[in-house]
């Protein structure tokens, strides 16, 4: 099965549908991605990209709000908190300081920017 994301105006993605593979298709049996995005143009219209649920295309699988970067070819998140930094090799956001790792639960504080351990 292929994924493609629709974006809006401003690249932000609206949905993601799930095609057959046999969409993408050429006339020697190569799948393109071109191919899928006519697929999709036809059913609903819009503007539409290829993504990966295994996140082998484009860094990562798109998500509703989630960005499509044309420059770095790549599916950006929200950014979580205006203190997390864009990564640029994975493209996702990251916090200015590590999350603990000594298996407690945790939720970020950004008035006091940083990890709080969760009680339950």
Known sequence: MA???????????????????????????VEQESKGIAFCQSLFGGTWVQTSFNGNMRKNYAGVGFKYDESRDAFIPPQPFPSWVLNEETCLYEPPTAKPDDGSLYSWNEATLSWVEATL
């Open 3 to 29: 994924h493609f994301a629709e974006l809006d105006t401003s690249n932000v993605v609206t949905r993601v549908i799930v095609i057959n593979n046999e969409e993408l298709l050429d006339d020697n049996n």
